[in-house]
């Protein structure tokens, strides 16, 4: 079982910065993809930003040149710098990782979500 836990969200100016870190902890082989997805409200969650394993990066276009993810793969770690933050990017940011349980083949990905946590943007 793998979990994982955001900090880091919470109320911004219309310009203004926030970092969110995760952490992954629990029992596995390896993290291969680590990110974030958001949600708004009344809308479906959507996929912020995203790092491989061998340190590939997919940006949604709307936060590119924006937001900056990162990876401390020795420690389990994944960050998101988030500048110039705007109204629309209001929601709740999930932390995402793809994980090898174990490291027998064929390897088998599973799917884990953090709890969530809120990024308001305020005008």
């Known amino acids: 079982q793998v979990q994982l836990v955001e900090s880091g969200g919470g109320l911004a100016q219309v310009g203004g910065s926030l970092r969110l870190s995760c952490a992954a902890s629990g029992s596995f082989f390896r993290i291969r993809d680590m990110g974030w997805y958001r949600q708004a409200a009344g809308n479906q969650r959507e996929l912020v930003a995203l790092?491989?394993?061998?340190?590939?990066?997919n940006y949604t276009d709307s936060v590119k040149a924006r937001f900056t993810i990162s990876r401390d793969h020795d420690k389990n770690m994944a960050y998101l710098e988030m500048n110039n933050l705007q109204p629309e990017d209001t929601a709740v940011y999930y932390c995402?990782?793809?994980?090898?349980?174990?490291?027998?083949?064929?390897?088998?990905?599973?799917?884990?979500w953090g709890q969530g946590t809120q990024v308001t943007v305020s005008s």
């Open positions: 995402y990782a793809a994980v090898y349980h174990g490291s027998d083949l064929p390897l088998e990905i599973y799917d884990y």
């Open positions: 790092m491989s394993n061998g340190r590939k990066t």
